[in-house]
């Protein structure tokens, strides 16, 4: 189990413009210190030994999102360092020559950027870089955001103020005040312009970053995906604007009712521009198009025939004929080659799981991984999908460990219809052995997510199946990466087809000579949470021996709290106050009853996707009902686990919890595994 914290965490590449080298951020967890840390390394795209290009810029250095500059004279990241005498207060930018040195802050003398840098793109001159941050709109000038910005942080008030709709995401809250905005820095003389001052244009409240915005190919025009409403939702639609670097002039390029234009990415020629396009007004969970338009305005959708979800990054080939793109089928996340002529897509890598790519001078990189192996680096050779590998930084910690084998199976589930079941084995599984093996469900969130051959870094399937189980994943009704007919078909209806198709995998898992009956388990995160909870009121007692509840929705109405509660009538069928019983017919909370299996609940005060109260109105419940429960909750936390002890506690909770309710080999060995991490 300790071994999954001695790996290196690598990040999307990104390639010089001849080609010839990458930079990638690696990260490295320090159980002493219980932080991470991440540098940069310069990297030979065709092999050899990386180099580190950076070095502690303060205690807790997170060197992250390194882009090259046109010119290949430059990279530039994004950090939080100590540099002549002033440490950073917020995420600053910095650049670097690739051949090593100091890094150096961009923008203002001691400052750099007043309100900090989100995410940035180089302008094509490799002078200016064009990046997002949280300003005060109604301020104007870097010296009138700094101060507004340390009076906010010398204040002795702490609430929170707002008006809007949305004031927080995921696990933090919108600055308060504050817009994301696009601006403009250059980089050797430190000079800042925001092209959004004085205007009433924002970027995406919710995280914004370098796919919200593209620079035309000669530099004087920035595109960006904006809501166009008064009041900004995170259910809306969004426009394409366009602004001219020189004159901050701004214009809408592209605005049509219920359409969502999202990620825009200029052509090389600068005559098209790609985009992901969603029909919203036919249905929410529509999925994301290829699109393009033209310098006349025409626009038109190119992937309609192609029933898959697509997301950014877009990336054009060098003569514009085709783009690049990653995109999930069947569970699998593969990198795709777009033919706008013929509207037909091929498999350029096949994944296992496409994290990242990045394309120049005629090479592709891509950022992979598969249940069998962590993130990696490979250039593809052939169209043919022949890759080689272009770093090594797990090799070696990874030939200590022996890997169980994994495993696809279709069913049938809910409705008649074929569902997909991945099963990750122990290593060295007999299937001859007779009743040997308990089974564990680990249930994917979303619930417009898929589990696929991918690594998993905080639901780590290997360590899993180490203990001895054998783990199974169903990529239930509502997955992704098996068409839009299929993904929507829980809408209004959540629980329903879901346990339907759970419940088949059991039985397919039961009717094997090898499963042990009497120890089958379920767990599961976020929407596998809510599963968890929702089988907990409809499955009898002693189909399953426990079940591990992570950050789950319990009670729909009580999720009225969480930061994305304008999509509930959409997803549930109505406003909770329009048609209660509708609401509480999907909801967990309402089958409370019937709840008798043993559950361990886990969750983080810092969530606002799935609130706390949640965990803990279940924990209650089930302790107010005498059921067997255990609570493990993190006052430091958010939806993920992400600090290294904490990470490592969540996993000792979670294999005590199972070996509390299987007396099996399973059991003891994670017992023994268990003391011995609680002892270091």
């Not at 521009?273 to 290829?290: D, W």
């Not at 060295?428 to 979303?446: R, S, T």
């Amino acid at each position: 189990m300790d071994a999954l914290w001695d790996l290196a965490r690598i990040g999307a590449p990104s390639l010089s413009p001849d080609g010839a080298q990458a930079v990638a951020s690696v990260s490295r967890c320090d159980m002493a210190s219980n932080k991470t840390e991440s540098y940069l390394y310069l990297l030979s795209t065709l092999g050899g030994e990386p180099r580190q290009l950076t070095q502690a810029g303060s205690p807790d250095s997170k060197d992250s999102a390194p882009q090259w500059s046109p010119r290949g004279d430059r990279i530039a990241f994004i950090a939080r360092r100590e540099q002549e005498g002033a440490k950073d207060s917020e995420p600053q930018l910095y650049v670097i020559a690739p051949d090593g040195g100091e890094a150096r802050r961009v923008g203002l003398p001691g400052v750099g950027v007043a309100t900090g840098v989100q995410a940035f793109k180089w302008l094509p001159d490799g002078r200016r870089i064009a990046f997002i941050s949280w300003v005060w709109p109604e301020l104007k000038g870097q010296a009138a955001q700094a101060q507004a910005l340390k009076d906010f942080k010398d204040r002795k008030e702490s609430g929170y103020v707002t008006a809007d709709a949305v004031y927080r995401y995921w696990d933090h809250h919108v600055p308060m005040g504050r817009v994301p905005h696009l601006l403009v820095v250059d980089v050797d003389s430190g000079k800042v312009r925001d092209l959004f001052e004085g205007t009433d244009l924002a970027l995406s409240l919710a995280d914004p970053d370098e796919h919200s915005f593209d620079i035309s190919p000669d530099g004087c025009r920035i595109v960006y995906a904006f809501d166009p409403a008064a009041e900004k939702r995170l259910d809306h639609c969004f426009a394409l604007g366009e602004v001219e670097v020189k004159s901050a002039q701004h214009r809408v390029l592209l605005q049509v009712e219920g359409w969502d234009f999202r990620a825009p990415r200029h052509s090389h020629a600068g005559q098209h521009l790609a985009f992901v396009a969603s029909h919203q007004g036919l249905k929410h969970t529509m999925p994301g198009q290829l699109a393009v338009l033209d310098t006349a305005g025409h626009w038109a959708v190119m992937s309609e025939a192609w029933d898959h979800e697509v997301g950014a990054p877009l990336v054009w080939e060098a003569d514009d004929s085709a783009l690049l793109l990653a995109a999930e089928q069947a569970g699998r996340r593969h990198l795709w080659r777009f033919d706008l002529d013929r509207c037909e897509a091929e498999i350029l890598f096949e994944g296992g799981h496409v994290g990242s790519f990045a394309q120049a001078a005629g090479v592709v990189l891509v950022n992979h991984d598969s249940v069998q192996f962590p993130p990696r680096i490979s250039r593809l050779l052939e169209e043919d999908g022949s890759h080689a590998r272009i770093e090594r930084f797990n090799t070696e910690h990874l030939k200590r460990h022996e890997f169980g084998q994994h495993q696809e199976v279709m069913l049938k589930g809910g409705q008649g219809d074929e569902v997909q079941m991945w099963l990750i084995y122990p290593p060295g599984f007999n299937p001859k052995k007779k009743k040997a093996y308990p089974v564990m469900h680990v249930i994917h969130g979303g619930p417009h997510t898929a589990f696929g051959d991918s690594w998993h870094w905080r639901w780590n399937h290997q360590v899993f199946a180490a203990q001895g189980y054998v783990v199974a994943c169903v990529n239930y009704h509502g997955s992704s990466s098996f068409g839009h007919a299929f993904l929507d078909s829980i809408t209004h209806r959540w629980g329903e087809l879901e346990l339907q198709d759970i419940e088949a995998g059991t039985d397919w898992l039961l009717a094997q000579p090898w499963a042990d009956a009497k120890r089958v388990f379920a767990t599961g995160g976020s929407y596998g949470g809510y599963m968890v909870a929702w089988m907990n009121g409809h499955v009898p007692a002693g189909r399953y021996q426990a079940y591990i509840c992570h950050a789950g929705c319990f009670d729909w109405q009580a999720m009225f709290a969480d930061d994305a509660y304008t999509w509930h009538a959409k997803e549930l069928g109505s406003w909770y106050w329009d048609d209660p019983a509708k609401i509480a017919s999907q909801s967990p909370h309402s089958f409370a009853q019937h709840m008798n299996t043993p559950t361990l609940v886990i969750h983080g005060a810092l969530d606002y996707r799935v609130p706390d109260a949640q965990g803990l109105a279940y924990y209650n419940t089930l302790k107010a009902r005498g059921v067997d429960s255990r609570l493990l909750w993190f006052p430091d936390e958010n939806h993920w686990i992400l600090k290294p002890r904490n990470s490592r506690q969540w996993y000792v909770e979670f294999f005590a919890w199972l070996a509390r309710h299987d007396g099996g080999a399973a059991a003891k060995k994670a017992t023994s595994s268990t003391k011995a991490a609680t002892k270091r």
